[in-house]
């Protein structure tokens, strides 16, 4: 007989739509370093509407993580894995509290540059935020300046996150990786 698909997260599973904003964050983010990627280094030449494309999906990201940090919020968690050791258990949630941290930086920082800059900030063409009359240098700095740095601590965090799973996953042999796999044996 047929797995009935869990929605939301119980003691022991994450549901759907915890995986859909998981794994949604996961691949806009890598949207925004590939697109970034070949603006900063114009591995291809692109025009002001690949940019236009970067700032859009950064603001999709600011929405999708303020919606999966309700849902976080509003929702019970599974249970620790079993084994978890007490010095995991805070790693983890370190690295979750900083993934947080930074996956909101990124887009906020992104828009201070903008409307520092004294740009609008597009949303895929449908409305944006509108650019204020003068451009304020200090924005633009800071801005720059936490896009660059979080940018790289996302990166750094987020390898930190990818290890310590396959780690768990591999080593511990727990299927640790299961339980955030779209449509995984687990479900």
């Not at 700032?55 to 940090?69: A, E, H, I, M, P």
Request: some cysteine.
């Amino acid at each position: 007989m047929g797995r009935t698909m869990r929605w939301k997260n119980d003691y022991s599973h994450y549901g759907a739509i915890t995986k859909a904003f998981h794994w949604a964050t996961f691949l806009l983010v890598v949207n925004q370093f590939v697109t970034a990627l070949v603006m900063e280094t114009r591995i291809i030449k692109v025009g002001g509407g690949f940019y236009d494309w970067h700032k859009s999906v950064g603001l999709l990201v600011l929405v999708v993580v303020c919606g999966r940090l309700i849902w976080r919020k509003a929702s019970q968690l599974p249970e620790w894995a079993e084994g978890m050791y007490g010095w995991e258990i805070s790693v983890i949630r370190f690295v979750e509290r900083s993934l947080y941290v930074l996956l909101f930086a990124m887009p906020v920082s992104g828009i201070a540059m903008l409307l520092g800059a004294a740009q609008k900030v597009p949303f895929f063409g449908l409305l944006h935020i509108p650019a204020p009359a003068k451009r304020i240098e200090l924005l633009v700095a800071i801005g720059t300046l936490v896009h660059v740095v979080a940018a790289y601590a996302l990166c750094a965090t987020i390898a930190v996150h990818v290890a310590f799973v396959l780690r768990r996953h591999w080593y511990e042999r727990g299927g640790y990786l299961h339980r955030m796999l779209p449509f995984s044996k687990d479900d």
